[in-house]
């Protein structure tokens, strides 16, 4: 059908090298990426920015960082959380002036010793600038790698996270020694536009977060099929074997940990300053961060630049999804329909293999045809009241909503891994491929 | 199970309801502080329950209470401020200090009042430099000194010099608000100030009473949310901390906080904002019009408890708020910036709190343009385990007004400074 190689023929080894040798995945992801920047920023709501957009963004941001240490290298890492408070504190010092003075006394004389006091930076340069400290602090923590490996290194991973959530506590000069141990992002513009602060339109903090997702998610995938994610996942398959053939394990190695907690160092740096716009280290970067963008790389798929983004859409998002369909609804048809037929169809299709698995017991025959008009009936039904549903919400009290939620997206995270245990992107590979040979299966 | 499904068929046909005033709730029903939010919650939207049920609503107009879940975490306060912000809110009440620091800037910039009653951003106080933030009845800064006020009197009423006050505080802006006037006020006064931080959510606290006990301070300060204020009450228990030398914040105050240990909570000290128990005719009110008629919110076992009391406080200023905000405009249906004006001009007397069935409830104040945090005062509440009662063993006493004070001032300038405001008031 549509989706297929057929007449589609490599001349060049620039076209066998090709991110995306199928012409139609091409096109799709040119369409979306146009979506992304051109449509969307004149839709996109506060609401939309601050609770849907923005925090996918810098999770998959985190999650590519995570799933190029993790996933390409096979160095498990319990310390994102950590370094995004690196990155975020970065961002903040090199956005509000570093300043690093101290005071000296000669002869009873107090003289103020100025090392560096430089101006407040713009955010896309103090963003960069505190992924590369995150890169430096990372490189550090990953020393451990050379000797230790797998659940003795993400212990290892585990102390830099406490130590540096605990280090943004103590150290004053980290939050300019504000009275609460809050780091607040000042206003900042970028082409005379606020980025930060609460004066910053929704599309402008969306747009510089995207591109921010975009160049680095590029940078990304371009890395890891290179010379350098080549030599990471021969040291993740096998170390000794990667070692003989001419891999050099420290470099390969401190070289995933440098560029892991510099995009990871980048989000962190995002989080605070473009979307919360203020924070505290042991609420924002505590431990639960980490899992977090572990859970995210793991149901994505580990190994994945796509299963990356697909694994934070899945955690960001999925809360509040349910969220808004449980208590208030989307309040426009235009998602609520959509989002209805979805869940209309995933439970008709459950219907569907429910009913004929139970027909092939009773009724054999008519198993398939009962499958199909249960299927149906339940697709219809649950399509028509899912959709009324996303629009004005189920009006379920909260706490009942919220426990829902919790309950709903861990039995889809076991359902999903039972599926498919190398994560959502290995599971649309197969889709792929299966869609590749239709209609014709062999 | 039938009634939840004919609640979601209804809502899920439901059109938006016509103009009414719109309060958000802010509420955590689930996770570690949920001891703590569901009580203020319930009584948060019983009030508004009652003015609807009795009164037909505030000056005509119906009160609507739009709950929202935050668990007490910042991202989903920030969710729920976001998705709650346009049906008409008129002001915000995030009973999160994390939240109050995020909300400060957004809600100013879009014009909608904050409070943030006895706890956020201390410094809001000061109307001059923070428009849209009130704090009243009180301030972090104005407890800390009625607790540091209460142990000198308990301690000869001349000098702390020679004793040592423990302060163990939730690990966040929250818990650090006290310190800086901790500081000031043990230059003042010469006691020695010992800080003890403990990490969300607040379970593991071995480590911190085991310093206290090696230590043996004088006093011990607890500035305390959620599941660790039972942690610490049964924790000093453990040690045989002397409980009347144990004095948490107006946060660290209910019965879900002493009731877990028992008898050995007895005698422990906290300070208080308002009244406690279920002695006020707005009870008799609230059975014949709420519970009698199956409207209480959450599982109804809240009733007459101090966080419970605390919800319906705050549910009564902002009522009385907007009944102001009415008189001055003229209009049922007022808007954030009306409700703005009717906070700034909210004059608690005797009177209004008779009148809402609260005599003696709390004290009297008045708010002004300069001043958004009046009157700064608390009483001192100790538990009784016997009879498992809070009882005001103290009058209400005023803050240290010559140590907050510069303190608010120092603290809104940098503000100001920071966020390129000039202050108004002039």
């Known amino acids: 059908m549509f989706y297929r190689e057929a007449g589609e023929f490599k001349t060049s080894y620039a076209a066998d090298h090709a991110t995306f040798p199928i012409r139609f995945d091409f096109w799709r992801f040119w369409i979306i990426v146009a979506l992304a920047f051109l449509v969307v920023p004149f839709l996109v709501t506060d609401y939309w920015e601050k609770a849907v957009f923005l925090p996918f963004f810098v999770y998959a941001l985190a999650a590519i960082g995570l799933n190029i240490l993790t996933g390409y290298c096979g160095q498990v890492s319990l310390g994102t959380g950590g370094f995004m408070a690196v990155g975020a504190y970065g961002c903040y010092k090199f956005m509000t002036g570093l300043d690093i003075k101290w005071d000296r006394e000669v002869d009873g004389q107090v003289t103020e010793v100025v090392l560096i006091d430089l101006p407040g930076l713009d955010i896309v340069s103090s963003t960069i600038l505190g992924g590369l400290c995150a890169a430096l602090v990372g490189v550090l923590f990953g020393l451990p790698s050379l000797r230790i490996k797998g659940f003795y290194l993400a212990v290892a991973t585990l102390a830099a996270q406490f130590f540096l959530v605990w280090l943004f506590n103590k150290w004053s000069w980290a939050y300019n020694h504000s009275a609460t141990g809050q780091i607040t992002a000042p206003e900042s513009f970028l082409f005379g536009v606020a980025v930060t602060g609460p004066n910053a339109p929704p599309w402008a903090t969306y747009l510089l977060c995207l591109g921010f997702l975009f160049v680095f998610g590029w940078a990304a995938r371009n890395l890891v099929r290179g010379r350098t994610g080549r030599s990471w996942m021969a040291i993740r398959d096998m170390d000794i074997a990667a070692e003989i053939i001419g891999v050099n394990p420290l470099l390969t190695k401190l070289s995933a940990f440098a560029v892991s907690s510099f995009f990871i160092g980048m989000a962190g740096a995002l989080y605070f300053a473009v979307w919360q716009g203020a924070a505290e280290p042991t609420e924002a970067f505590g431990i639960d961060q980490s899992f977090e963008v572990l859970f995210m790389v793991i149901i994505g798929g580990l190994g994945s630049i796509f299963g990356s983004l697909v694994g934070a859409a899945f955690i960001v998002l999925l809360p509040v999804f349910f969220k808004n369909l449980m208590v208030t609804g989307f309040g426009a048809w235009i998602v609520a329909v959509p989002l209805g037929i979805i869940i209309g169809v995933a439970l008709g299709a459950l219907a569907f293999q429910l009913v004929a698995w139970a027909l092939r017991r009773i009724a054999p025959g008519a198993a398939t045809r009962g499958g199909a008009i249960a299927g149906l009936a339940v697709a219809a039904a649950g399509s028509i009241y899912f959709a009324g549903a996303a629009h004005s919400g189920l009006g379920w009290p909260t706490d009942i909503a919220e426990h829902m939620q919790i309950i709903t997206v861990g039995g889809l995270i076991i359902f999903f891994l039972i599926k498919e245990p190398h994560g959502i992107a290995a599971l649309w590979r197969t889709t792929k491929e299966r869609l590749r040979l239709w209609p014709f299966p062999h | ?426």
Request: a negative charge; one cysteine or more; hydrophobic letters at 40%.
């Open chain 2, 1 to 426: 199970m039938k009634r939840l499904l004919a609640v979601a068929l209804a809502a899920a046909i439901a059109t938006p309801a016509a103009a009414d005033l719109v309060f958000p709730s802010l509420s955590y029903r689930t996770g570690p502080y949920a001891p703590n939010g569901i009580p203020f919650a319930d009584g948060y939207a019983d009030y508004f329950t009652l003015m609807n049920e009795r009164d037909g609503g505030i000056g005509g107009a119906t009160a609507r209470v739009l709950e929202c879940e935050t668990g007490y975490n910042t991202t989903k306060g920030v969710e729920c401020y976001e998705s709650t912000k346009g049906e008409g809110a008129l002001v915000y009440q995030p009973l999160s200090t994390g939240i109050t620091y995020q909300l400060i800037p957004k809600a100013s910039a879009d014009g909608i009042p904050l409070h943030t009653m006895g706890y956020g951003r201390t410094s809001a106080a000061n109307g001059k430099i923070f428009e849209w933030v009130f704090n009243y009845p009180g301030t972090y800064w104005d407890a800390a000194s009625i607790i540091v006020k209460h142990i000198l009197n308990q301690e000869g009423g001349k000098t702390l010099e020679g004793r040592t006050i423990a302060l163990v505080y939730h690990n966040s802006a929250y818990g650090k608000e006290p310190i800086r006037t901790l500081e000031v006020l043990a230059k003042k006064h010469g006691y020695d100030l010992m800080l003890l931080p403990v990490d969300h959510p607040g379970q593991e606290q071995k480590s911190t009473w085991l310093q206290i006990r090696r230590a043996q301070p004088s006093y011990v300060v607890m500035w305390g949310w959620g599941v660790m204020n039972q942690v610490a009450i049964q924790e000093a228990a453990s040690i045989r901390f002397p409980m009347e030398k144990f004095i948490g914040v107006w946060w660290s105050a209910s019965e879900n906080d002493t009731l877990p240990a028992g008898q050995a909570a007895d005698g422990y000290k906290a300070i208080a904002m308002h009244g406690v128990g279920m002695d006020f005719p707005i009870y008799a009110d609230l059975k014949t019009h709420v519970y009698d008629k199956g409207l209480a919110a959450g599982a109804g076992d809240q009733h007459g408890s101090v966080l419970y009391n605390r919800g319906m406080m705050a549910a009564m200023l902002a009522v009385e708020a907007a009944k102001k905000a009415q008189e001055i405009h003229g209009v049922a249906d007022i808007n954030a910036a009306q409700m703005r004006d009717g906070m700034e001009a909210l004059e608690i007397t005797d009177a209004v709190l008779e009148a809402n069935g609260l005599p003696g409830f709390m004290p009297t104040f008045q708010v002004t343009c300069e001043n958004h945090g009046p009157p700064g005062l608390g009483a001192i509440q100790q538990w009784d385990a016997d009879s498992k009662t809070w009882s005001l063993i103290t009058p209400f006493i005023a803050a240290d007004r010559q140590v907050v004070d510069p303190l608010i001032e120092e603290d809104s300038a940098a503000y100001a400074a920071e966020a390129g405001i000039s202050p108004r008031c002039n």
